[in-house]
C-alpha cells in the first residue's frame, strides 16, 4: 500500500477523564476542582499507522466535545492522506466552516476543540507516517509547504501568505545550527506544579525546594482567590526560590479590569514577571488597559490560554494588549490555525510561552516551542515553555523534561499516543476508575492520602466526591460483603421530587434503601455446612431495610438536632453516617448469622442425635439474641423437625439482631 491512496478508515473518539480534583491538582481561581480531561481521538489507515489527537477539558462537558467531534468525522472518514495534506489549508477551511455545524462557533468554543482534537491527530499521524516528531516534520518543511497548511482568511490584513513564506525563508540558512543548539540544551520551562490554587502554603512551600532543586528558576503561581492569603503564599514561595528567580502569578480571569489592577499593585512588592489573564479572555481593550497600567511596575500581561481563534491573537497583537502570547495546542483549531499565531507574534515582535496546564498541552506544545526557535524566531531570549507534571506517565512518548528544559522530541508524531492501559482505567464513564469504590475503600484512601500525611482538606473533596457519584447509583458499596441497595418497589414512589431539605432527601433515601449483605461462604449452598442445611438456611444473601413502614421523619426528628449539635457538615458527615448506618446493621447481621451457623450446627447435630431432644432446649437460650427473639416470640417447632413448622426467616432474624442490638 502507498502513502498515495491510504485511505483514513475510521474516526474513534474517545473521554478520558482523570479525577485530579480529588487532590486540588491542576485547581485556580475559576476551576476550582478540574478533572483533567480530554476527548481524544484516533485515526486508523490501511496501513496500520494512526493519528492520535485531543483536546483538553475539564471533567464535566467533555461528552460535548465527543460528541461535535463525532458529527464533524464524516469530513474526515473516506479521505485520503495526500488529498488532505497536498493542501491542508483548504481541508481546515472546510472543517471548522461545515455548512451547518458552523452556527455552533464559528472557530471558538465546543466545535472549535473538536477541531483541534481531529487536527491534532491528523498532524500526528502526518509525522508517524513520515516516521519524524512533529517539530521535525515543521522544520524540514520548505516555507512555502508549510503556509500551504495556513488559512489566512481574516487575518491577511496584517499578515500575507507572502510575508510568512519571507519570514520563514530569512531563517533558513540557521536552521542546521539552530537544532544542533536544540538537541544539546533543550529548551527552558518553568513550573506551575508549585501553585495551585488549592494547595496549603506548606505543599507550596515543599514544592518550591523540590522544583528549585530539580534546577528549575521560573515559577508560577495561582492567585485571585482572596488577596491576603496571596500575599502570604506568595511570601512563603519568595522565602524559598529568593529574589533572583522568576515569577508569575495567574488569576484565570478571576478579576475585572480595574480590580486586576488593584489586586496586582498590592502584590507588585513580590517582583512578578507577568500577571496572566487578569480578565476575561475576550476582552481586548480590557487588557490593553492593563498592560498599560502595570507596565510602570515592569510586570508584563499573559494570555491566551483561552483565546479562541487566529482572529482574536491578531487583535491583542495590535492592541498591545498582550506581552506574553500563551497559545494553546489544543484550544485554537490545532496545528494549522497555530502556525498563524506564531508568524503574527513574530512579525508584532512578541514573545510566545505557550500554555501547558492540561492533559498532554506539555507534550504537544513543545514541539511547536522548538519549531519556532529553529524556524521563526530564532531566539529562547525570555521565552519559556510551561511544565505541569501531571499524567505524562500516560503517553507512549511523555515529554522529557530535564534541568528545567525540555528535551527535543525523539520518537515519531505529535507525542499525544495514550498508553492502552490509560483508556481501561481512565475512559469514562466504563474505566475501572469509576468502577465505585466501597465505603471502606474510600475510608482507606482517606487514611492512606490525607490523614496519614494529616492533611484534612482532603478528606471533605474525597468523601462529597465519592458520595455524588455514588448516592444516585442502584447500588452502594460498602465493604465486599455489604452494599445499601434501591428497593425495586421504591422507584418513583418513596423519593420525593420536591424533597424539601437534605433531611428529606436523607429521610427518603432511607425509606427506600434496604442493606444486603453476603451470607459467608461456609454457609453457601456450595460451602462446607451449605449442603447440610435446609434450603431456607441458606440464602446466598441477606436483607435489611434501613428504615420500616410507619417510622416516618426518623431523620428530622432524631438526627437533625444532633446534626445541628455538631455543627454538621454535609459532605463528611452523609458519608459517615452511611457507614455508621452499614456498620451498626453489620453488627446485627453477624449476630443474625451467628444464631444461623449455630442454629445449623445444632441441626446437624440433632439429625445425627435424634433422640437427645433436650439440649437444644437447654443450649438454645444460651444464646441471648436468638433466645430472646424468637424463642420467646416463636416456639421452636422447626428446629425438631425440620420440613414443617414455622421457620425462620433470615431478613426478620437478622433485623431483629439488629433491633436487640441497639
Ligand atoms: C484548569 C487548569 O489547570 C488551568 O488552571 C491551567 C492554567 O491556567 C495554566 O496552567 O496556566
Given at each position: 500500500?502507498?502513502?498515495?491512496?491510504?485511505?483514513?478508515?475510521?474516526?474513534?473518539?474517545?473521554?478520558?477523564?482523570?479525577?485530579?480534583?480529588?487532590?486540588?491538582?491542576?485547581?485556580?481561581?475559576?476551576?476550582?476542582?478540574?478533572?483533567?480531561?480530554?476527548?481524544?481521538?484516533?485515526?486508523?489507515?490501511?496501513?496500520?499507522?494512526?493519528?492520535?489527537?485531543?483536546?483538553?477539558?475539564?471533567?464535566?462537558?467533555?461528552?460535548?466535545?465527543?460528541?461535535?467531534?463525532?458529527?464533524?468525522?464524516?469530513?474526515v472518514v473516506g479521505q485520503t492522506v495526500v488529498e488532505i495534506f497536498k493542501d491542508f489549508a483548504t481541508f481546515w477551511r472546510n472543517l471548522t466552516s461545515e455548512t451547518q455545524i458552523r452556527w455552533l462557533g464559528p472557530e471558538k468554543g465546543v466545535t472549535h476543540l473538536a477541531t483541534a482534537a481531529i487536527i491534532n491527530a491528523l498532524w500526528d499521524l502526518w509525522a508517524k507516517l513520515l516516521n519524524k516528531p512533529l517539530w521535525r516534520l515543521l522544520v524540514d518543511m520548505d516555507p512555502e509547504q508549510l503556509v500551504s497548511t495556513i488559512d489566512f482568511r481574516y487575518i491577511s490584513d496584517?499578515?500575507?501568505?507572502?510575508?510568512?513564506?519571507?519570514?520563514?525563508?530569512?531563517?533558513?540558512?540557521?536552521?542546521?545550527?539552530?537544532?544542533?543548539?536544540?538537541?544539546?540544551?533543550?529548551?527552558?520551562?518553568?513550573?506551575?506544579?508549585?501553585?495551585?490554587?488549592?494547595?496549603?502554603?506548606?505543599?507550596?512551600?515543599?514544592?518550591?525546594?523540590?522544583?528549585?532543586?530539580?534546577?528549575?528558576?521560573?515559577?508560577?503561581?495561582?492567585?485571585?482567590?482572596?488577596?491576603?492569603?496571596?500575599?502570604?503564599?506568595?511570601?512563603?514561595?519568595?522565602?524559598?526560590?529568593?529574589?533572583?528567580?522568576?515569577?508569575?502569578?495567574?488569576?484565570?480571569?478571576?478579576?475585572?479590569?480595574?480590580?486586576?489592577?488593584?489586586?496586582?499593585?498590592?502584590?507588585?512588592?513580590?517582583?512578578?514577571?507577568?500577571?496572566?489573564?487578569?480578565?476575561?479572555?475576550?476582552?481586548?481593550?480590557?487588557?490593553?488597559?492593563?498592560?498599560?497600567?502595570?507596565?510602570?511596575?515592569?510586570?508584563?500581561?499573559?494570555?491566551?490560554?483561552?483565546?479562541?481563534?487566529?482572529?482574536?491573537?491578531?487583535?491583542?497583537?495590535?492592541?498591545?494588549?498582550?506581552?506574553?502570547?500563551?497559545i494553546d495546542s489544543a484550544r485554537i483549531g490545532g496545528v494549522n490555525e497555530l502556525l498563524s499565531v506564531y508568524l503574527m507574534?513574530?512579525?508584532?515582535?512578541?514573545?510566545?510561552?505557550?500554555?501547558?496546564?492540561?492533559?498532554?498541552?506539555?507534550?504537544?506544545?513543545?514541539?511547536?516551542?522548538?519549531?519556532?526557535?529553529?524556524?521563526?524566531?530564532?531566539?529562547?531570549?525570555?521565552?519559556?515553555?510551561?511544565?505541569?507534571?501531571?499524567?505524562?506517565?500516560?503517553?507512549?512518548?511523555?515529554?522529557?523534561?530535564?534541568?528545567?528544559?525540555?528535551?527535543?522530541?525523539?520518537?515519531?508524531?505529535?507525542?499525544?499516543?495514550?498508553?492502552?492501559?490509560?483508556?481501561?482505567?481512565?475512559?469514562?464513564?466504563?474505566?475501572?476508575?469509576?468502577?465505585?469504590?466501597?465505603?471502606?475503600?474510600?475510608?482507606?484512601d482517606v487514611y492512606h492520602t490525607c490523614l496519614k500525611e494529616f492533611s484534612l482538606g482532603c478528606v471533605k473533596p474525597k468523601s462529597l466526591h465519592w458520595l455524588n457519584t455514588v448516592i444516585k447509583e442502584p447500588v452502594i458499596k460498602i465493604s465486599n460483603d455489604l452494599e445499601i441497595v434501591k428497593?425495586?418497589?421504591?422507584?418513583?414512589?418513596?423519593?420525593?421530587?420536591n424533597a424539601k431539605d437534605v433531611f428529606d432527601a436523607f429521610e427518603d433515601f432511607i425509606q427506600s434503601h434496604r442493606l444486603v449483605a453476603k451470607v459467608p461462604e461456609i454457609l453457601r449452598l456450595d460451602g462446607p455446612l451449605g449442603s447440610l442445611l435446609p434450603r431456607s438456611f441458606r440464602p446466598e444473601e441477606l436483607t435489611v431495610p434501613l428504615a420500616t413502614t410507619g417510622r416516618s421523619r426518623t431523620v428530622k426528628k432524631i438526627i437533625v438536632p444532633f446534626l445541628l449539635g455538631l455543627k454538621f457538615k454535609t459532605a463528611v458527615i452523609v458519608p459517615l453516617a452511611l457507614a455508621l448506618i452499614a456498620l451498626k446493621t453489620w453488627k446485627a447481621l453477624t449476630l443474625g448469622l451467628l444464631s444461623l451457623v449455630l442454629t445449623g450446627a445444632l441441626l446437624i447435630f440433632k439429625l445425627s442425635h435424634s433422640k437427645v431432644t433436650t439440649y437444644e432446649v437447654l443450649h438454645y437460650p444460651h444464646h441471648h439474641h436468638v433466645d430472646h427473639h424468637h424463642v420467646e416470640h416463636h416456639p421452636p417447632t422447626g428446629w425438631e423437625h425440620p420440613g414443617y413448622g414455622r421457620q425462620l426467616d433470615a431478613q426478620e432474624l437478622a433485623y431483629n439482631g439488629y433491633v436487640g442490638s441497639n
Open positions: 500500500m502507498t502513502t498515495e491512496n491510504l485511505k483514513i478508515l475510521s474516526l474513534e473518539v474517545k473521554d478520558v477523564r482523570f479525577p485530579t480534583s480529588l487532590n486540588g491538582h491542576g485547581s485556580d481561581a475559576m476551576h476550582t476542582d478540574p478533572d483533567y480531561s480530554c476527548a481524544y481521538v484516533i485515526l486508523k489507515t490501511a496501513k496500520g499507522t494512526e493519528g492520535h489527537g485531543l483536546t483538553f477539558t475539564c471533567g464535566r462537558g467533555t461528552e460535548i466535545v465527543v460528541k461535535a467531534i463525532k458529527s464533524l468525522s464524516y469530513m496584517v499578515l500575507t501568505k507572502e510575508e510568512a513564506i519571507e519570514i520563514l525563508r530569512s531563517s533558513e540558512s540557521k536552521k542546521d545550527e539552530r537544532t544542533t543548539k536544540l538537541l544539546k540544551k533543550g529548551y527552558p520551562a518553568y513550573t506551575t506544579q508549585v501553585g495551585w490554587l488549592g494547595y496549603s502554603t506548606e505543599l507550596i512551600t515543599d514544592l518550591c525546594q523540590k522544583y528549585l532543586d530539580m534546577g528549575f528558576t521560573s515559577f508560577k503561581v495561582k492567585v485571585g482567590g482572596d488577596l491576603q492569603d496571596d500575599i502570604k503564599r506568595l511570601t512563603a514561595v519568595r522565602n524559598i526560590i529568593g529574589w533572583e528567580n522568576k515569577l508569575m502569578v495567574d488569576a484565570n480571569q478571576v478579576w475585572d479590569v480595574q480590580e486586576a489592577i488593584e489586586w496586582i499593585k498590592n502584590l507588585s512588592e513580590f517582583k512578578l514577571h507577568w500577571v496572566e489573564e487578569p480578565t476575561s479572555p475576550d476582552d481586548i481593550l480590557g487588557h490593553a488597559t492593563i498592560a498599560k497600567a502595570l507596565k510602570p511596575l515592569g510586570i508584563g500581561v499573559a494570555t491566551g490560554e483561552m483565546c479562541c481563534n487566529r482572529v482574536m491573537f491578531k487583535q491583542f497583537l495590535q492592541a498591545e494588549a498582550l506581552q506574553y502570547c500563551q507574534a513574530h512579525k508584532f515582535g512578541v514573545k510566545v510561552c505557550p500554555h501547558a496546564g492540561g492533559i498532554g498541552l506539555c507534550e504537544m506544545v513543545q514541539h511547536l516551542q522548538m519549531w519556532d526557535y529553529i524556524s521563526v524566531s530564532g531566539t529562547m531570549r525570555d521565552r519559556i515553555i510551561e511544565y505541569v507534571d501531571q499524567q505524562h506517565e500516560h503517553f507512549v512518548d511523555p515529554c522529557v523534561v530535564e534541568n528545567a528544559c525540555y528535551q527535543a522530541p525523539k520518537a515519531a508524531g505529535y507525542s499525544t499516543t495514550f498508553l492502552p492501559d490509560t483508556f481501561t482505567k481512565y475512559e469514562y464513564p466504563n474505566g475501572v476508575t469509576y468502577a465505585h469504590p466501597s465505603a471502606v475503600e474510600l475510608f482507606q428497593t425495586a418497589d421504591s422507584e418513583g414512589v418513596q423519593e420525593r421530587s
